[in-house]
């Protein structure tokens, strides 16, 4: 804020804050001047605010969760800074190409939305993926430019008596957003279902943050993983997630139960129908279909 227009807020006749008399002039209290910097601060207090922006980040560190992919930490602007994201939204990452070409993929972080200084994504990396294959080349103390937050869906507490998360692959970040804001919220009494697919045990992302999720909380979650390619002794589910488990293991439509899935092309081809464009659902089809879901019953991520 500039001092003109500091001076000219001061000044307006609605804004009523006591001066104070000094030699040679006026000042402000000293307690009204920390109570409006303060108030100005916490106003400030989100790096990013939806205002169209792109803001560099510097990447803080970095390591691999699996062969092709990486968990990746970034400063915000602030060390007192929350992101600005609500559950659940995603951010815009930009990069230029030799060429001058501009590539934007959404990403959307796994941090706390209320974690300060910093936010927390995994990303996979890709074969021909221009986004992924960069920001996997970062270095600690590289920038990469984002915006948003782009808002997927608001979430409010016990929105929905349960809901069910259907997910495969790097689709399991904005699932983990809902199970994480949902779980850390003791007034939030909403059930969890999360079936999770992958090809491999290898290839199962933040299991450990999902796994320590579900064990502080067995009446709440319940959490099933789906493999393509199982090892012996596994004890989840092996093959894809079909229409018949759902059959079984799905409530059922209802107002009181929400679907949300997000994953690979096969798996909404599947289950649900591809979404029609970011802001058309399309109706449902596939799987869910059959079992009497419509888009008022399901969320596609």
């Avoid at 949902?182 to 969890?192: F, M, Q, R, S, V």
């Avoid at 799905?250 to 649900?272: A, D, Q, R």
């Amino acid at each position: 804020m500039s001092s003109t227009s500091f001076i000219s807020r001061i000044a307006h006749p609605r804004v009523l804050i006591p001066l104070t008399v000094v030699a040679g002039g006026l000042s402000i209290a000293a307690f009204n001047y920390s109570t409006f910097s303060r108030t100005m601060s916490n106003e400030a207090g989100k790096t990013f605010k939806g205002d169209n922006e792109w803001i560099d980040l510097k990447l803080k560190k970095e390591w691999h969760v699996s062969p092709n992919t990486k968990h990746l930490v970034f400063d915000l602007e602030d060390k007192d800074h929350v992101s600005g994201l609500i559950t659940a939204s995603a951010l815009l990452t930009k990069f230029v190409t030799e060429k001058g070409n501009n590539v934007i993929r959404p990403y959307t972080p796994i941090s706390d939305i209320d974690e300060k200084g910093q936010i927390e994504f995994v990303i996979k990396k890709y074969d021909g993926g221009k986004a992924s294959t960069h920001i996997h080349e970062l270095k600690v103390g590289d920038s990469l430019s984002f915006k948003g937050p782009i808002v997927k869906w608001k979430w409010e507490p016990n929105q929905y008596e349960s809901i069910s998360l259907i997910g495969g692959g790097t689709g399991i970040t904005p699932l983990y957003q809902l199970l994480h804001e949902i779980t850390k919220n003791p007034e939030d009494k909403t059930k969890i279902n999360l079936f999770f697919g992958n090809l491999t045990k290898d290839d199962i992302l933040i299991k450990k943050e999902i796994d320590d999720i579900a064990s502080k909380h067995k009446e709440q979650v319940n959490v099933v993983y789906f493999l393509d390619k199982a090892p012996e002794n596994w004890e989840g589910e092996t093959g894809y997630i079909s229409k018949e488990y759902l059959e079984k293991n799905l409530p059922g439509p209802s107002p009181k139960h929400k679907v949300f899935i997000c994953g690979p092309p096969p798996l909404y081809k599947s289950l649900s129908g591809p979404k029609v464009s970011p802001t058309d659902q399309g109706e449902v089809t596939g799987g869910l279909a059959e079992l009497g879901y419509t888009k008022e019953h399901v969320y596609k991520f």
